[in-house]
């Protein structure tokens, strides 16, 4: 069992920024890789960066040179930065987790936290 707990969504103006956290717990030791998607009301859950065990980043093409992500082992702490922020970055980020238990590659999932870009 894996546990995250997202933090630092707000509201921004367009062309700020703010870092979200993800804190997990639990059998961290099995987590594989570790990011974030977010969610708009009527549209799908979308990519937006996950990192792997081993440190390499996988950016959705919209966040490219102005999103990134970072991952603290020790602390078992996910961060994205998120700069030049636009209203279409508006929806609800979740912290994901794809986690190895038992030969299977099982998600994990936050309870999300809200960003709002203004205009």
């Known amino acids: 069992q894996v546990q995250l707990v997202e933090s630092g969504g707000g509201l921004v103006q367009a062309g700020g920024s703010l870092r979200l956290s993800c804190a997990a717990s639990g059998s961290t030791n099995s987590i594989h890789t570790i990011g974030w998607y977010r969610h708009v009301v009527g549209k799908q859950r979308e990519l937006v960066a996950v990192i792997g065990s081993g440190g390499s980043p996988n950016y959705a093409e919209f966040v490219k040179g102005r999103f990134t992500i970072s991952r603290d082992n020790a602390r078992n702490t996910v961060f994205l930065q998120m700069n030049s922020l636009r209203p279409e970055d508006t929806a609800v980020y979740y912290c994901?987790?794809?986690?190895?238990?038992?030969?299977?590659?099982?998600?994990?999932w936050g309870q999300g936290t809200q960003v709002t870009v203004s205009s």
């Open positions: 994901y987790a794809d986690v190895l238990q038992w030969g299977t590659h099982i998600p994990y």
